[in-house]
């Protein structure tokens, strides 16, 4: 299960930076200005993969689909960020309890919408690029676990399983 959410995580963060590097100036999308680490992923990742022109150009036109899509959800999420923190500040558990839950829910959306349209770019992928997909998420991952001291489990360590 956490391997799934990392790859997702991973997924979402390389389509949406293919995205940042797709924007030009002037456009409603972030650009490259915005989120220079991203963009700077996302053209790696995209030169690594040997993308295509047309797959750069079916994977901005997926991922802004995407982005459009997910924008309301985004502005109820800010709502709820805000009830939420009205409700701790009147220390008002019922309210933090149904927040809280409508706050996984919003999130759970979003997740769905980025997992679908990263599913409908990998699926565009030719057997190689996908191929090396998995290499540089499995890359991806083990300088994660590296980083943060966790074992392919996800433990930490600190209990002697990991």
Not at 63 to 80: I, T
Not at 92 to 107: F, H, K, M, P
Not at 124 to 140: F, G, I, M, N, W
Request: aromatic share 4%; glycine share 8%; charged share 20%.
């Amino acid at each position: 299960m956490k391997r799934n959410i990392l790859f997702l995580a991973g997924a979402a963060i390389v389509a949406t930076g293919m995205i940042y590097a797709q924007a030009t100036p002037g456009t409603t999308a972030p650009g490259p200005q915005r989120h220079p680490f991203m963009a700077r992923r996302a053209a790696r990742v995209a030169n690594e993969l040997g993308l295509t022109d047309a797959q750069k150009d079916q994977a901005k036109a997926l991922f802004a689909q995407a982005r459009q899509s997910a924008q309301p959800l985004r502005a109820q999420l800010r709502e709820n960020r805000q009830a939420l923190a009205a409700a701790v500040k009147a220390g008002n558990e019922a309210d933090i309890q149904r927040l809280s839950q409508t706050s996984g829910t919003l999130q759970g959306q979003l997740t769905a919408i980025r997992t679908e349209a990263m599913s409908k770019f990998y699926a565009s992928l030719t057997p190689e690029q996908k191929a090396k997909a998995d290499q540089l998420r499995q890359q991806r991952r083990a300088r994660w676990q590296q980083h943060h001291g966790t074992g392919s489990n996800g433990d930490s360590g600190a209990n002697g399983k990991g």
